[in-house]
């Protein structure tokens, strides 16, 4: 089941399913889903799932406003992106954005 959930976070690069939403789908409760995850490839489901998350952000950032990527990708607000952003990669998404230009 591990292979199908990472198979299924690496297809959708992390996507912004919460972890109640992977595990009802996969019909496991999100503990021994976690656990499980964990056990076989030595990182949380989460952090997996976010590394996936912020690397499509960095992706988008090249052609998408910070909005846009931010709301895209299911942030509650641009707020919160750009912080998950910049505590992820040690720069904010619109310094980010203005390097890569």
């Known amino acids: ?6 198979d299924y976070l690496d297809a959708s690069q992390g996507g912004f399913s919460s972890l109640e939403d992977i595990a009802r789908q996969f019909n496991y409760s ?3 889903l976690t656990r499980r995850f964990k056990k076989r490839y030595g990182i949380s489901l989460i952090l997996y799932r976010n590394n996936k998350r912020m690397q499509l ?6 052609t998408e406003t910070v909005s846009n990527v931010s ?10 992106f750009s912080r998950a952003f910049k505590n992820h990669f ?3 998404p619109t310094d980010f954005k203005a390097k890569s230009l």
């Open 71 to 80: 709301e895209k990708l299911g942030f509650s607000s641009i707020y919160v």
């Open 90 to 92: 040690g720069i904010s």
């Open 30 to 32: 999100k503990y021994h």
């Open 57 to 62: 952000a960095k992706t988008l950032l090249l």
């Open 1 to 6: 089941i591990e292979r199908l959930v990472k």
